[in-house]
């Protein structure tokens, strides 16, 4: 199973960013999906999850209102829309699969990516 994330990069305060997680190896429609964020010296973050048919989706308090998770089961893709962005926003995300019906806790979780780096400038 590989999950391969992609989209971050550096960017202003301020500006939008599309992240995607691509996955081979496993047919994502059977499972949840999720993405959390992790900044140095700090623990896994959770941002946001999904169902599996995209029908459900669960948001970090402090992001909500600027992020919006979607996924193309087709595609075996899950994305992350990210709005005005803020310098704490900067973290390395990772997107993951898991069983749970819950699927906010990064214990939950079974695979995960290698993550894509988002920078945010002030």
């Known amino acids: 199973v590989q999950l391969q994330a992609s989209g971050g990069g550096l960017v202003q305060a301020g500006d939008s960013l599309r992240l995607s997680c691509a996955a081979s190896?496993?047919?994502?429609?059977?499972?949840?999906m999720g993405w959390f964020r992790q900044s140095p010296g700090k623990e896994r973050e959770f941002v946001a999850t999904?169902?599996?048919?995209?029908?459900?989706?669960r948001y970090s308090e402090a992001l909500k209102g600027r992020i919006t998770i979607s996924r193309d089961n087709a595609k075996r893709t899950v994305y992350l829309q990210m709005n005005n962005l803020k310098p704490e926003d900067t973290a390395v995300y990772y997107c993951?699969?898991?069983?749970?019906?819950?699927?906010?806790?990064?214990?939950?979780?079974?695979?995960w990516g290698q993550g894509t780096q988002v920078t945010v400038s002030s």
């Open positions: 993951g699969v898991t069983s749970s019906v819950v699927g906010t806790q990064a214990t939950q979780y079974t695979y």
């Open positions: 999904i169902s599996r048919d995209g029908g459900g989706t």
């Open positions: 190896g496993l047919f994502i429609r059977n499972y949840r």
